[in-house]
């Protein structure tokens, strides 16, 4: 490898070219005619314009990308998050160009990103997936027999519906009795099938997710992180490794993640996703073989928050992405890979958290990223920029370290009041009021945790 | 008669249809409610649905489907009934 284009933007495109320059291979940008005097243009050795500001005009045309690659001499492509990264059609025009696709081959992108392929796959390779019902029910005696097998609270859902719609919820045989009938008769008036899938119910879940790399034979594990502080499905803050999680669990989920990757002959990096039960955690600690977490997806790129796995483990997760694409075998060995300390990441957004968290683009005319020992700022931000209105909102990683969890906190408190954006708002603030919550310095959360925070702080008023 | 301009609150990429495969949120010439969503903008990855603002008949829309539009930028031109 030579000579990668990097089809992104944004603060990853910024940190692929990083990796890439310490690797000595030359880069390649491209950009739309929004991004023309951005941070990652600047950085490139070699910068190619592919379009007006839609993204799909520009950073979603495989054609423009694959043109710029030819016109620039680029022998690989890395697509960092979002845009085409888990495209299996990417992939493939990719590799049919004869260029290098930093990721897994198409054919597993295809496989991993489809729910019940995956799920299958989880199977194959014995990792715990939601115990729920294959196929539909259609009576209450069916009904109680497969929750009996399931294990309750379970959840009932329509096996023609989507959107959340009849979804009920029954602790116990006598709940399931009554809510089965009513369910069932309004899936068959809703969608005229009143066939239900029966599925265990996760009352308060967290998101744990693997770090894997793996070269197409080799696959070893960079341990967890711990992504439960959410709103709307978008990751805020992320910890590795996770808190609460024993060693007994984390043995076994890691040594899924692995088995899982095996089955696939997983290439490259990638996260593989699970939902621990915190109630079945509570229950019984230490229990790796509780099945108290399960396998939900997988995600067949490097991730927003793989700068806290990096912070762990000293290893440059993207820089490993580049050395497999290139044909490399992996160079780490399982035992050689530990984690140490804590690290946690804050996603800085323009958005406005008292107005709804409505997206802000607009002109930047200040910016104080905070730095020092231990503390890592992944951004694409300079003062006199415009934040333009057409890609996400992500204006910075605020990522710390310390040699535990109390001591990250701490220092992620310096950190964050040191950030300062003047221009449009942000979410470095309600960063500050998070670390002063005794239940997030706890570690003490779920998935509706952060959501129902935002809530109660919404509704007390300024 | 009066002219009412929908303008745009937010800078973004402006659309007529809720999607791709439906029809537009109102067609020139139409009668429409204040409260009536007549094109969406996208600003960061989430969209924004924009009410007529004025109950009456729509004269023009200013903008083509996918363009770019600034924060106050008219967009469309009701005559209010």
Redo the contacts between chains.
């Keep these: 490898m030579r000579r990668l284009l990097v089809a992104n933007r944004g603060e990853i495109a910024v940190r692929i070219i990083r990796a890439a320059r310490d690797l000595g291979i030359s880069t390649v940008a491209v950009h739309s005619t929004a991004d023309a005097e951005a941070l990652h243009v600047r950085l490139a050795d070699t910068a190619v314009e592919i379009g007006?500001?839609?993204a799909?005009k520009s950073y979603l045309v495989v054609d423009a990308i694959l043109a710029a690659a030819k016109e620039t001499g680029a022998d690989a492509v890395h697509p960092g998050y979002g845009f085409l990264a888990e495209r299996a059609d990417f992939a493939a025009a990719v590799a049919d160009a004869g260029l290098a696709f930093v990721g897994p081959e198409a054919a597993v992108i295809e496989r991993m990103g489809d729910k019940v392929a995956a799920r299958e796959v989880a199977r194959a390779a014995g990792v715990p997936t939601v115990p729920g019902t294959e196929g539909g029910i259609e009576d209450v005696g069916a009904a109680v027999a497969a929750a009996g097998e399931v294990g309750y609270p379970v959840m009932l859902k329509a096996a023609a519906g989507g959107g959340g719609r009849g979804i009920r919820v029954v602790d116990d045989e006598a709940a399931l009795r009554t809510a089965f009938p009513q369910a069932s008769r309004e899936a068959a008036a809703a969608f005229g099938d009143g066939r239900m899938y029966l599925e265990r119910f996760v009352r308060r879940a967290r998101h744990v997710e693997v770090q894997v790399l793996g070269d197409g034979g080799d696959v070893v594990h960079l341990y967890e992180r711990e992504c439960s502080l959410q709103r709307r499905r978008q990751k805020m803050v992320e910890e590795a490794v996770a808190p609460g999680i024993d060693a007994g669990t984390r043995e076994a989920m890691t040594a899924a993640a692995v088995a899982l990757c095996r089955e696939v002959g997983y290439r490259s990096a990638g996260t593989v996703e699970f939902l621990v039960d915190v109630d079945a955690l509570g229950r019984n600690p230490g229990g790796g073989a509780s099945r108290g977490w399960f396998f939900i997806e997988m995600n067949t790129r490097i991730q927003v928050e793989h700068p806290t796995t990096e912070m762990v483990t000293g290893v440059d997760l993207v820089a490993e992405q580049l050395r497999i694409a290139a044909g490399e075998p992996l160079r780490l060995r399982q035992d050689a890979i530990t984690a140490r300390g804590h690290a946690l990441e804050f996603r800085v957004v323009?958005?406005d958290p008292d107005r709804d968290f409505?997206?802000a683009?607009g002109a930047i005319d200040r910016v104080v990223l905070p730095a020092g020992p231990w503390v890592r700022c992944d951004t694409w931000i300079e003062p006199g920029m415009r934040v333009p209105?057409?890609?996400?909102?992500l204006l910075a990683k605020v990522i710390v370290w310390g040699e535990d969890r109390e001591t990250a906190l701490r220092r992620s408190r310096r950190a964050l009041a040191e950030f300062a954006v003047d221009g449009v708002p942000t979410t470095a603030g309600l960063f500050r009021e998070l670390l002063d919550e005794p239940w997030f310095t706890a570690g003490k959360f779920h998935t509706g945790t952060l959501e129902q925070w935002l809530v109660d702080r919404s509704e007390a008023g300024p | 008669m009066s002219r009412h301009e929908v303008v745009s609150p937010?800078?973004?990429?402006f659309y007529r249809r809720p999607d791709p495969d439906s029809p537009a949120f109102a067609e020139e010439g139409a009668a429409v409610e204040a409260d009536q969503t007549v094109c969406l903008v996208e600003?960061?990855?989430?969209f924004h649905q924009v009410p007529a603002g004025a109950a009456g008949t729509v004269v023009e829309f200013l903008v083509e489907n996918?363009d770019?539009v600034d924060a106050g930028q008219a967009v469309a031109v009701i005559e209010v009934a």
């Design positions: 007006p500001p839609q799909a323009a958005e409505l997206p683009p209105p057409f890609y996400d909102s | 937010i800078p973004g990429v600003v960061m990855k989430s996918e770019v």
